[in-house]
């Protein structure tokens, strides 16, 4: 019975992890069958796939021991812990009130340096710009999918491929 059940939810892990990628992979690269399985046989090999469907808990979490390690992310240093803690307080984006997430700076800015604010652009080189996106067809024609102009009417637009 326990085997019917490992087999059961290894079934329904293969058939969720293929139909996952199919669903993830990019309209214009899709994976090829070699791709799937490797990835498939990967994630067999390291237990990441589902071990029970109602938790939703993996198998290499319901048996460590089965698999290998996963790696563990470099974590900072105390030093750089404390560096970073130090620029917080010093900026005042500790956190001054709890219920509402608010910082010391916004709380009483004028006791914090000012952010230095990143230098827009004029007027002129806005519609410039646009100017140039409706002569090369780079303006969104369909907001659902996202196609360009130049997408949908290729023969209307010059290339700007560069050889």
């Known amino acids: 019975m326990n085997t019917n059940r490992i087999?059961?939810?290894?079934t329904l892990a293969i058939a969720a992890?293929?139909?996952?990628?199919?669903m993830a992979a990019d309209a214009n690269a899709p994976k090829t069958r070699e791709e799937v399985k490797a990835e498939l046989a990967e994630a067999m090999r390291t237990g990441d796939i589902m071990g029970d469907p109602v938790t939703g808990r993996k198998l290499n979490e319901m048996y460590p021991n089965n698999y290998p390690a996963k790696a563990v992310a470099q974590g900072k240093t105390r030093e750089q812990v404390q560096a970073e803690l130090q620029d917080a307080i010093r900026n005042g984006d500790m956190v001054a009130n709890v219920q509402t997430g608010e910082t010391y700076r916004e709380?009483?800015?004028s006791q914090y340096?000012?952010?230095a604010v990143a230098q827009g652009k004029t007027r002129a080189e806005v519609?410039?710009?646009l100017a140039q996106a409706v002569r090369n067809g780079d303006m969104v024609a369909n907001a659902q999918t996202g196609e360009t102009y130049k997408q949908m009417y290729p023969n209307s637009y010059r290339?700007?491929?560069v050889n």
């Open 17 to 22: 992890l293929s139909a996952g990628h199919a």
């Open 127 to 129: 519609k410039s710009e």
């Open 7 to 10: 087999v059961s939810a290894l």
């Open 159 to 161: 290339s700007t491929a």
């Open 107 to 109: 709380l009483n800015p």
């Open 113 to 115: 340096p000012s952010e």
